[in-house]
C-alpha cells in the first residue's frame, strides 16, 4: 500500500512559477511510476504528468509540455512537479497518483493510490 500527501498549491499570477511535492510512505513506492493529474471545476480529472519508477523516463500532456517539469527523490519517497509560465487554464486541484506500473503511463485506470490534492489557481 502507498500513502500520498500532496503540498504546495496556492494562489499565483499567470506567468508565474510553482512547484509541487508529494510526499509517498510505502515499501512498494519505489517500484511504481507516479503521476500528476489535475481536475478544473465541472470537468474531468485529467493526466498532467507521469514519471517512472527509476525516475528515468517521463510522460506529459501536450498542453504542459515544456512548462511542467516532473521528478522524483526515491531515497525520500518525494515526487515533485515544477510548474512554470502558469495560465489560468492550469487552474484545478491536482492529484498525486501511484501506478501498478513502472512506466509512466498516462491512462489513469492504472493509478491505484491517490492524494487528496492540492489546489493550484492562476488568475489573470
Known amino acids: 500500500q502507498v500513502r500520498l500527501v500532496e503540498s504546495g498549491g496556492g494562489l499565483v499570477q499567470t506567468g508565474d512559477s510553482i512547484r509541487l511535492s508529494c510526499a509517498a510512505s510505502g515499501r512498494t513506492f519505489i517500484t511504481s511510476a507516479v503521476g500528476w493529474f489535475r481536475q478544473a471545476p465541472g470537468k474531468e480529472r485529467e493526466f498532467v504528468s507521469a514519471?517512472?519508477?527509476?525516475?528515468?523516463?517521463?510522460n506529459y500532456a501536450d498542453s504542459v509540455k515544456g512548462r511542467f517539469t516532473i521528478s522524483r527523490d526515491n531515497a525520500n519517497k518525494m515526487v515533485y512537479l515544477q510548474m512554470d509560465d502558469l495560465k489560468p487554464d492550469d487552474t484545478g486541484v491536482y492529484y498525486c497518483?501511484?501506478?501498478?506500473?513502472?512506466?509512466?503511463?498516462?491512462?489513469?485506470?492504472?493509478?491505484?493510490?491517490w492524494g487528496q490534492g492540492t489546489q493550484v489557481t492562476a488568475s489573470t
Open positions: 514519471v517512472s519508477s527509476n525516475g528515468g523516463d517521463t
Open positions: 497518483a501511484a501506478s501498478n506500473l513502472k512506466i509512466p503511463t498516462s491512462r489513469r485506470v492504472h493509478y491505484v493510490y
